[in-house]
């Protein structure tokens, strides 16, 4: 009897070396720009003894980097569109670095309004790289054929410890705002102008549309907002974000007034969180290849809730600490997918990640201010219960982010 033999699986197309070069320029980008946002977090106290404010005063004038990233959003696509993901990486980048020297200089020199203005530079800068180098990164997950996206983001995570850790040094050792920041602002400038440089033609890309005229771009734009998918996957990046900024914004003061930690206790709690996030990243590209995003996003959205809520109302110190594990892991792909959601469709991507990107990061403006005064009434660590409890009704926005049919 004769025994038919299988014939060998095919094996998988080589990545072109065009890819996998892209594929680690917008990797260095994201860290790059995470480092450049963490580098101003860690010199914050610094700048608001030099300026001399309150914690009011000093929360207001955060906010002015929160309006730029809102105001560079809306239009971020457009740019996208009209100049490619790699021109507008550069110039976003030129902005972001520019507008770090403003701050480091005008906080040294006694000057509110110049710490503002530099600010709003850095936050419209920062926004307006956020949409183009997710547009690139979904462009290099379609043609490496698996999911990147997450990872992308593990490198900013990554580039913002790096940040944080550098801060921490320079001040320890006392180093000016001014020059400390200007220094961080050169290397990051210096390397994304680099880095921008292996990203993909725009002819492959799709990112630039030289041909269609401004008219027609902003008909796109207007009807990304009428879309009701597009619409769903920008809340379910609302409810992300919120679920991320809320742990970075509030969970060391949480933990130091509600668990009674220490103020390096706190600390540490918090790089609990950043570890389960990077970690999350890293490892779900896996997951959400071999199960799909729905399946995926829907463990990892309990897991969030999970965590959050043991983190907030266990007793004992360590079971509190592996709930914040556990809501840092599941945080960590809703933001990501949500971008490699939008940006499904190639052609219209630029416009579809810049609304999600205009929703999503609107938590990042108006969740610390409303937790803080939800704080103020029942505690910061019980305020933190608003997490999971946004996240449980975020389980019925998942299914929009399943791939459309082709």
């Known amino acids: 009897m004769s025994r038919t033999i299988a014939p060998p699986a095919a094996p998988r197309p080589a990545v072109p070396r065009a890819v996998l070069a892209a594929r680690t320029g917008v990797a260095v980008v994201f860290a790059l720009n995470g480092l450049a946002v963490a580098t101003w977090f860690s010199r914050v106290p610094a700048a608001r003894d030099a300026l001399g404010l309150s914690a009011g005063r000093l ?16 239009t971020a696509g457009l740019v996208a569109q009209r100049l490619g993901a790699a021109r507008t990486v550069a110039l976003s980048t030129l902005l972001l670095a520019a507008g770090l020297t403003v701050t480091g200089v005008a906080a040294v020199a006694g000057s509110l309004v110049g710490v503002a203005v530099g600010l709003c530079a850095v936050g419209y800068g920062s926004g307006l790289c956020d949409v183009a180098m997710n547009v690139e990164g979904a462009a290099v997950e379609r043609r490496l054929g698996r999911t990147i996206m997450p990872r992308f983001h593990a490198a900013w995570s990554l580039g913002s410890v790096a940040g944080a850790g550098l801060g921490a040094g320079a001040a ?11 220094a961080l602002a050169a290397v990051v400038l210096l390397g994304t102008l680099l880095a921008v440089r292996s990203f993909l033609p725009v002819a492959e890309s799709g990112t630039a549309s030289a041909s269609a005229a401004p008219a027609e771009r902003r008909r796109e734009l207007l009807a990304a907002w009428r879309e009701p998918r597009t619409l769903l996957v920008g809340l379910l990046v609302l409810v992300s974000a919120f679920a991320e900024g809320s742990a970075s ?9 509600g668990h009674g930690l220490s103020e390096a206790a706190g600390a540490a709690v918090f790089g609990v969180f950043v570890v389960g996030m990077t970690l999350g990243r890293t490892a779900g590209t896996v997951a959400l290849d071999r199960w799909g995003r729905v399946p995926v996003l829907s463990t990892t959205i309990l897991l969030a809730t999970l965590g959050a809520g043991v983190a907030v109302l266990a007793d004992s110190g360590p079971v509190a600490i592996a709930g914040v594990a556990l809501w840092g892991l599941g945080a960590s792909l809703g933001f990501p997918v949500g971008m490699s959601a939008a940006a499904d469709d190639e052609r219209r991507a630029p416009a579809r990640v810049s609304v999600v990107a205009v929703i999503g990061y609107t938590a990042f403006l108006a969740g610390p201010p409303l937790l803080g005064l939800l704080g103020d009434r029942v505690g910061t660590l019980r305020a933190l219960l608003v997490v999971p409890l946004l996240l449980l009704p975020t389980l019925a926005l998942v299914p929009a982010t399943r791939p459309p049919a082709r």
Do not use: K, Q, T, Y
Not at 172 to 182: F, I, K, W
Not at 249 to 257: G, K, N, P
């Open 172 to 182: 320890r050792l006392d180093v000016p705002v001014a020059a400390h920041l200007a």
């Open 59 to 74: 929360g207001l004038l955060l906010l002015a980097m929160s309006v730029g990233a809102l105001l560079a959003m809306p």
């Open 249 to 257: 914004d509030w969970l060391a003061v949480a933990f130091i007034d």
